[in-house]
């Protein structure tokens, strides 16, 4: 392609100025470097003023420059740069597909569900108790959680500690959208405990999902011999429960 391709967004504007401004600045400030460096300090912040505006006024001359070119485009390439543009507003509703219904829940994740989006994670287990999902794949383990659209709500969570470590949740941070969690105990024998939080959090519109982060110690198997695990593990998900309050 011999021209950067075309930008048609109506907001693109503040966005696009600001990353053009920024380009032009670090390209001037490695030009000038020797220049600047030679400057008494006194004459230090003018020399960096006149890069800040030299800047600006490059990028203002691209956008003019993007401006003059767009206005000169024929429909059948406004189309080709911008397609979504010219479809009616029917045919993408058709596309897009029904909208979401509002979730009421409670909904419950089970570790071994195939809808189970998240990161950190081994691969699901199958133990005498049902699935299990071990963290410490990564530092951190995340799982999307439906929104239930905010407010008041409930999060419970069915863990497990590994190699039969005592399972001490105050050890683990566990967030929920960025929000810290503080967990009661509702019952644990001291390898399987579930937990319980309860939060408010902004509304979200239907369809809309949170994310489960969990952190905290990860463990290495202290047996020996052949069947030793070699992998390092946190906590395991065994099912989560998010509901209204």
């Known amino acids: 392609m011999s021209e950067p391709l075309l930008d048609l967004s109506p907001d693109r504007e503040p966005l696009l100025d600001a990353a053009l401004e920024r380009r032009h600045t670090q390209r001037l400030r490695e030009d000038a470097a020797p220049l600047l460096a030679a400057l008494p300090a006194e004459a230090g912040p003018f020399g960096e003023w006149m890069l800040a505006e030299l800047a600006r006024q490059a990028a203002r001359l691209d956008m003019l420059e993007d401006a003059q070119r767009a206005a000169t485009l024929s429909r059948e390439e406004r189309m080709r740069l911008d397609p979504l543009r010219f479809i009616p507003k029917s045919r993408l509703g058709a596309a897009l597909g029904p909208a979401a219904e509002p979730e009421d829940g409670p909904v419950a994740l089970d570790a071994g569900a195939p809808d189970l989006v998240g990161t950190g ?110 992998r390092r593990i946190g906590l395991g998900l065994i099912w989560a429960r998010l509901e209204r309050a």
Not at 170 to 181: E, I, K, M, N, S
């Open 121 to 230: 994670w081994w691969p699901v287990e199958r133990t005498e108790g049902g699935s299990l999902r071990w963290s410490g794949v990564s530092r951190c383990a995340t799982l999307l959680l439906p929104a239930l659209g905010g407010g008041e709500l409930t999060l419970t969570l069915c863990l497990r500690a590994p190699f039969g470590i005592p399972l001490d949740i105050a050890q683990h941070d566990v967030f929920l959208d960025g929000q810290p969690l503080v967990l009661t105990t509702v019952a644990n024998d001291g390898v399987i405990g579930i937990f319980e939080a309860a939060l408010t959090l902004p509304e979200m519109p239907p369809g809309a999902k949170r994310t489960l982060l969990l952190h905290g110690p990860q463990h290495e198997d202290p047996a020996t011999g052949p069947r030793r695990d070699t």
